[in-house]
């Protein structure tokens, strides 16, 4: 946390760069409405409906299976950092002791084991074929 | 020398200095080079497609993005009527912000070992000693979704909402593959920041680099990660051709500009990240080893790392120029069928590697037979997995159809 006060200091200059930026583009160069220009833009045809329509499911089913597979990335993170790790210079860093790593491979086996059925589930209901 | 200087300044400002120097560089730089790769980029497309490309203004046309920044800062800021004015404005400005954020744990030069930010060092990062650099660069990249999604829906227009759609879809598909791709890299470096993983390859040499042990690894996420930037051949959400530009159709002026600053943005930050975690990022043999300490060695292996940077940039550009786009199930099945579980068998590769304490070397031929397999899979049978009975054979022509 010490290490990140940066990333803060940098989040505050983008937010003014942000800001500055927009409020420029505000003030600078001309503005005449007219009622064409006010349309919404379909390469020239008055546009018939609203662009707020509902649309296909299956984007819902890819956003429902992202979460599915990020979540389980994010279980993979902290394992893959410290599965193996016995550098010497980094002694005060712990990661799995030798005794145990047979055991969390096989653990780590059998999670991967199950998303590849829930993988191949997903493939045979047709998640993954988009038309 | 920047130790004096900065010990002129009161105690409680030392640790402000150097991350505002190097926020002011990067952020300089950044914009600088931006526009030239606009330039870059029209000259290579020029080349490759026999034309002349810009040469009007000045030598070479080297002063176009000069040009084409005044005239997109004078130009007319339509805000059409229909429009949702808040999220509309909002939306290049989120775009640029999350783009340009993911550079904060990203070293552009050799980042001195056990950096504090007090002690005077010049430290060739924004935010030296991040252990979770990489998970912060996949959040906040992840976040640009956002601009995208808002700028489309705001937009009110059926091709900004048609792109939109898309986008997301395609941004939420490849952040998996592209997030499974470095786990192979954390079990082999036991870390998830940035300056280890380089340092890592620095201390191992030129056999050490992660090219060999992951090329599978570096070959998906160099994949989606350009998918994640929306360049070609991933950008089937701004297809001039079918959608006038997506979801930024209705966009003019510098707010299109902030979306255009964004993108490149990324191609920059992708090219880093290529280069430092796969092929070692400042080090090269013999002239920019850890060790070497001769006059300008830091400069050089500055260079070093920007000239493998700017040749995956080069890549990406004439990629664009090389493949055509994808059509939109293709793209989803690539990240779907083909990279997510390519990159979820690399890593049950790397496991094994490492429980059996085989020689790393193993990675290598393992990763090609999964390149060499998944391509036969592909080629050979059209769907592995598919069940057969259930569907008529006639449907097969109704599927490119109704492919949007």
């Not at chain 1, 420029?24 to 349309?39: E, F, L, S």
């Not at chain 1, 016995?86 to 047979?102: H, K, S």
């Not at chain 2, 120097?21 to 600088?32: E, K, M, P, S, W």
């Not at chain 2, 996420?221 to 930037?229: H, K, L, P």
Request: hydrophobic share 55%; proline share 6%; glycine share 8%.
């Amino acid at each position: 946390m010490e290490s990140s006060y940066p990333i803060l200091l940098f989040v505050a200059v983008l937010v003014g760069f942000v800001i500055t930026n927009l409020i420029i583009i505000h003030i600078v160069g001309p503005r005449k409405k007219t009622a064409v220009k006010q349309m919404p833009y379909e390469s020239g045809m008055d546009p018939v409906g609203d662009a707020r329509q509902p649309f296909d499911v299956k984007f819902y089913l890819v956003a429902i299976l992202f979460l599915v597979f990020d979540v389980e990335l994010l279980f993979l993170y902290p394992w893959a950092v410290s599965a193996y790790l016995d550098d010497p210079l980094r002694a005060n860093q712990t990661g799995v002791p030798v005794e145990l790593r047979g055991t969390v491979f096989a653990v780590m086996l059998v999670f991967m084991a199950t998303l590849a059925i829930a993988y191949i589930y997903a493939w045979r209901k047709g998640v993954f074929r988009w038309r | 020398m920047l130790e004096q200087i900065i010990n002129w300044f009161p105690e409680w400002a030392r640790p402000f200095i150097m991350p505002m120097l190097t926020i002011a560089i990067v952020l300089q730089v950044n914009l600088g080079v931006c526009s030239y790769l606009i330039l870059l980029e029209r000259k290579l497309s020029a080349w490759m497609q026999d034309r002349i490309g810009p040469n009007r203004v000045g030598p070479w046309g080297l002063l176009q993005p000069v040009a084409d920044m005044l005239k997109l800062l004078l130009k007319e800021d339509v805000i059409p009527g229909h429009v949702n004015k808040f999220l509309y404005v909002l939306a290049p400005g989120i775009s640029v912000f999350t783009t340009m954020l993911a550079f904060a744990v990203v070293p552009f030069g050799p980042v001195p070992r056990n950096l504090s930010a007090t002690d005077g060092q010049f430290p060739y990062i924004i935010a030296p000693g991040v252990d979770l650099g990489l998970v912060f660069i996949f959040a906040v990249t992840s976040l640009a979704v956002y601009g995208i999604i808002l700028g489309g829906w705001a937009s009110n227009n059926k091709y900004s909402a048609l792109g939109a759609m898309r986008a997301s879809a395609q941004v939420v598909s490849y952040e998996i593959p592209l997030g499974m791709s470095v786990v192979g890299l954390a079990l082999l470096t036991g870390s998830m920041s940035i300056e280890k993983i380089l340092l890592h390859q620095a201390d191992a040499g030129i056999l050490g680099w992660n090219i060999w042990f992951q090329p599978l690894a570096c070959v998906i996420f160099f994949a989606a990660a350009m998918a994640e930037a929306q360049r070609l051949p991933f950008d089937l959400s701004e297809c001039e051709q079918e959608l006038v530009g997506g979801w930024h159709t209705e966009y003019s002026a510098m707010k299109w500009g902030l979306f255009f600053l964004g993108e490149y943005t990324h191609v920059i930050t992708i090219s880093f990240l290529t280069s430092i975690l796969f092929f070692g990022g400042w080090h090269f043999p013999w002239i920019a080893e850890p060790d070497s300490q001769y006059l300008g060695s830091t400069l050089v292996k500055v260079l070093v790392l920007l000239t493998k940077s700017f040749a995956f940039i080069i890549v990406i550009q004439m990629l664009r120029w090389t493949i055509p786009r994808f059509r939109f199930d293709q793209l989803m099945g690539l990240a779907w069928k083909v990279l997510i579980p390519l990159a979820t068998l690399n890593v049950v590769c790397v496991m094994i590697v490492k429980q059996f304490h085989l020689n790393e070397w193993w990675l290598l031929p393992m990763s090609a037979a999964l390149f060499l397999g998944a391509g036969l899979i592909g080629t050979q049978s059209s769907r592995p997995f598919a069940r057969r009975t259930s569907e008529p054979v006639a449907e097969a022509h109704g599927h490119h159809a109704h492919a949007h």
